[in-house]
Nanobody, 125 residues
């Protein structure tokens, strides 16, 4: 049974930092992309960042490029999202996802097979 468990969310002031973690278990993810998405109230879930597990190639949305960094742990099936220079508009529930991303863009939610339960990030102004 595949499980993705996020942690590290919380309340932070604008300009601050948070690091989210996603612990993955239940299968081998070497052929997968691991992604972070977020969903603010009343909005659609949107792509934030992704990493290709086998090569560690990284991809970012324009809104977080230069502020967020996605990485993976070497010893464990863990993916991190380091978020710096946070803005109030970054406030959302952040979800970890895993998928093979075959025949489509890695920014699309339907390309991902597995999802975590989400962790709340709130940035105050």
């Amino acid at each position: 049974q595949v499980q993705l468990v996020e942690s590290g969310g919380g309340l932070v002031q604008a300009g601050g930092s948070l690091r989210l973690s996603c612990a993955a278990s239940g299968r081998t993810f070497t052929s997968y992309y691991m992604g972070w998405f977020r969903q603010a109230p009343g909005k659609e879930r949107e792509f934030v960042a992704a990493i290709r597990w086998s090569s560690s190639s990284t991809y970012y949305s324009d809104s977080v490029k230069g502020r967020f960094t996605i990485s993976r742990g070497n010893a464990k099936n863990t993916v991190y999202l380091q978020m710096n220079s946070l803005k109030p508009e970054d406030t959302a529930v952040y979800y970890c996802a895993a998928g093979r991303v075959v025949g489509g863009s890695l920014t699309i939610t339907t390309m991902y097979d597995y999802w975590g339960q989400g962790t709340q990030v709130t940035v105050s102004s």
